[in-house]
């Protein structure tokens, strides 16, 4: 097996060969929310992780020193208004942002869902990122179902009672369907490999592994 030469370019590489496997083998047909949420668990959260600059803790990596380049625009992208920035697609229209009162019980019992408001043009790639994140690595990932069953709405949320500081910070939430995620999920990884950083694996490499 190859040796991963940096988990911030090689390794979402990796992530997003395999999620394009997957979207034509047979036998994700029937799991390919559950796979493309494992994906992101790890081809979003790891670079994400390892190159933002507001993050309370340096990441003993110490990538932002590695790839300085790569960690500034990054931080450029946070900035931007989610709807303009480069993870943005057009077409995509079930991309809704907000706060919540409560996140027990099932996502179809939520008031705020009932009437979801559109991502605003003020809602920046940051406020959307950090959600998903805290989504993904806290466990806090709900869906919404339509007929037979089928998924129509990635529900990620963040914030509930920190213990350690013993203060409430407000629940928010993303939700987005399946097939928008997808090409979220595209775009960032298309992201990833325009940022300066040395491209050290050999690309054929990964078929063999």
């Known amino acids: 097996m190859s040796v991963y030469q940096n988990y911030t370019h090689d390794f979402p590489y990796r992530c997003r060969k395999l999620l394009e ?8 047909k029937d799991h390919d929310v559950t796979f493309m949420l494992m ?12 190159l933002r600059s507001d993050s309370q803790f340096e990441h003993p990596a110490g990538d932002r020193d590695i790839y300085p380049n790569a960690s500034i625009v990054l931080d450029d992208l946070l900035k931007q208004p989610f709807l303009h920035s480069i993870l943005w697609a057009d077409e995509a229209r079930s991309w809704c942002y907000g706060g ?3 996140a027990k019980n099932d996502p179809d019992s939520w008031p ?6 559109f991502i605003r043009n003020t809602t920046t790639v940051k406020d959307v990122l950090l959600i998903i994140r805290i989504g993904l690595a806290h466990g806090n990932i709900f869906t919404k179902s339509g007929f037979n069953n089928e ?25 987005v369907a399946p097939n928008d995620f997808y ?9 990833l490999d325009t940022i ?3 491209d050290f694996i050999l690309h054929n490499e990964f078929d063999a592994v």
């Open 21 to 28: 496997k997957a979207k034509t083998h047979e036998f994700f």
């Open 39 to 50: 994906v992101a668990s790890a081809g979003l959260t790891v670079p994400y992780e390892r």
């Open 100 to 102: 919540l009162q409560s």
């Open 112 to 117: 705020e869902l009932q009437t979801p408001q």
């Open 151 to 175: 998924i129509m709405a990635l529900i990620f949320v963040s914030g509930g009672y920190d213990q350690k500081n013993n203060r409430y910070i407000p629940l928010k939430y993303i939700s």
């Open 183 to 191: 090409d979220f999920l595209v775009k960032w990884f298309n992201f």
């Open 196 to 198: 300066s950083i040395p």
